[in-house]
């Protein structure tokens, strides 16, 4: 579910015994990101400097070291789960593939924009994908596991950002108007992190 855009690394900090990597990005606010392996980084406006930024982690470090944890448990809760079987990812694919053509139909209509291409493929630390320059977007097959709301919130997550190509409010005030349950689809995806992915895709 993340975008590219072009960075400039900026420094790094020292926040509750860990590194925080700093970024200037084409941004308008702060935005920390706590990645699968449990690095931390910070995007900061493109006018900020690495003394701003250094209040503003000590003052959120607390925020940043539990959901750093957090981050790190699901990763080793998914790392303890068997890699689904190649059996598994077909059935899967097929469940998917059944739902996921009248899904993107839907919301395509609703939000005037066209995904020009989509894939189903095992993916370690996201549920989804889009490549906004292209307008293809890639689903996790673990998706298939969980209720089906959970699959509608992440098409319409990726094609939200057709519309709106980062998570700025306007993003959300988009997702909470085409499917208004996201949030609880996300608790369930979080509770639920994807198993390791195999070698089939």
């Known amino acids: 579910m993340r975008k590219n855009r072009t960075e ?27 990645r699968s392996d449990g690095s931390v980084r910070l995007s900061v406006p493109l006018t900020a400097t690495l003394s701003d930024a250094k209040p503003l982690l000590l003052q959120h470090q607390r925020w940043i070291a539990k959901k750093r944890r957090q981050v790190l448990l699901a990763r080793d809760k998914a790392a303890a789960q068997p890699a689904p079987s190649q059996a598994e ?6 469940w998917l593939s059944s739902r996921v053509p009248t899904l993107l139909s839907r919301y395509e209509d609703a939000l005037g924009v066209q995904c020009t291409r989509w894939r189903l ?12 320059r292209t307008g293809r977007i890639t689903l996790n097959t673990e998706l298939a596991r969980l209720p089906i709301c959970c699959l509608e919130s992440v098409v319409v997550h990726e094609l939200c950002h057709l519309r709106v190509a980062n998570h700025s409010p306007a993003f959300y005030a ?5 499917f208004p349950a996201w949030r609880q689809a996300r608790k369930i995806m979080n509770a639920n992190p994807p198993k390791r992915a195999s070698g089939l895709s």
């Open 8 to 34: 400039t690394y900026l420094g790094s900090c020292t926040v509750c015994n860990f590194c925080v990597l700093v970024f200037r990005k084409d941004v308008k606010r702060y935005n920390v990101r706590i």
């Open 89 to 94: 990812l077909a059935s899967q694919k097929a």
């Open 174 to 178: 988009l997702m909470d108007e085409q």
């Open 121 to 132: 493929r095992p993916m370690v630390s996201r549920w989804g994908s889009c490549n906004v």
